[in-house]
């Protein structure tokens, strides 16, 4: 067993624990039952370092809680993929892309997550059915792109991963590879010399990582994030917009700016899904328009991600922008700055016929004057005598 392996087996994985460690008056096992049992738990040790309190934003993401049993208007399959998983383990939604469900389990589990109806399920995402994504890839030339999921990747082991990319690379349309992990901030010590090496040889190999509190940025983690960088991974960050974790611009502004101090590029920040067991951490829209106008132009744009809403039942992402523009006609463009001052800018004065407005069999053909050419001038330039 590797020494990674060793560690995860020493986190919280039963409430039991969870008690003993946090004292049973603060958890009461009776009453949590029903929600782990519906979802299970794992805290590993990294993770319970940032625990520091009941209902702090690292407490509040994984420890289990009585409202993920309000359902109100949370659906089990919310972006539903399965409606677009044409084999089993994969989902086929936009054009040159699949998702690609390699691992049922993951490090820690967090109570919010979109896929809980299968993350921690052998038998819902199985290990023995790889062949089948393989032979679709291969059988779709279009795919360009393959986003290895789960659960985590980054829990199988370094000779099951190489093996996947081994017979990815073998596919000559896939061009990029993505890894999306939770790994850097639940067990950073996966992040071994030996995987290093080992992704180096697959390049490209992007990871897209997740995090949702500026406290998940520990040494260890940011260590960990190092290595992958110094690796050639290039790194993105998904993060999510969860009530009572990051709910306000502070902890948003820190967040983002942290991670492209730790060499990680702030990439989306996602609406909380409307997943049944999750619905507690939902926010307004609203709030999330103002955190994104709190950052674009108060930071560098390097840490705004775009704010997308997931769709619910598979529509895909849709980015949303809080309102810039006032308005735009055919003469000019108003809208307000990130101070919220107002600027106009002047629509160009193009030739008609490329004119947006009006089809170009309705406009006059604009002939330009051509000048008659100026004869050249003679050299002024006196000469060089000849030396020598
Ligand atoms: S790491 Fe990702 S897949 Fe695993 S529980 Fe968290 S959100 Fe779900």
Redesign the pocket.
Known sequence: MSDWQQILHTGIDTLDKLAAKFGPDVIDVDALKPAFDNFQMRITPNVLSQLKEVGDPIWNQYVPTVQELDVVDGVIDSLDEDGDSPVPNITHRYPDRVLFLVSP??????R?????RK??DPEKIPLNQYESAFEYIRNHPEIRDVIM????PMMLSDRRLEYIFQRLREIPHVEIIRL???ITS?LPERITPEFCEMVKKYHPVYMNT?FNHPNELTPATVAALGRLADAGVPLGCQT?LLRGVNDNPETMKELMQKLLKARVRPYYLYMADQVAGGEHFRTMVETGLEIVKALRGWTSGLAVPHFCIDAPGGGGKVPLLPEYVEKITEDEVIFRNYEGKRFTYKQPRLPAAASACGSAAEQEPVVLPIRAAKPRKKSVRPRRRKTG
């Open positions: 389990v993951c490090a820690s589990y967090c919010f997550c979109t896929r809980r993350v921690g999921s789960g659960g985590d999306g992990s939770r639940h997740h999510v």
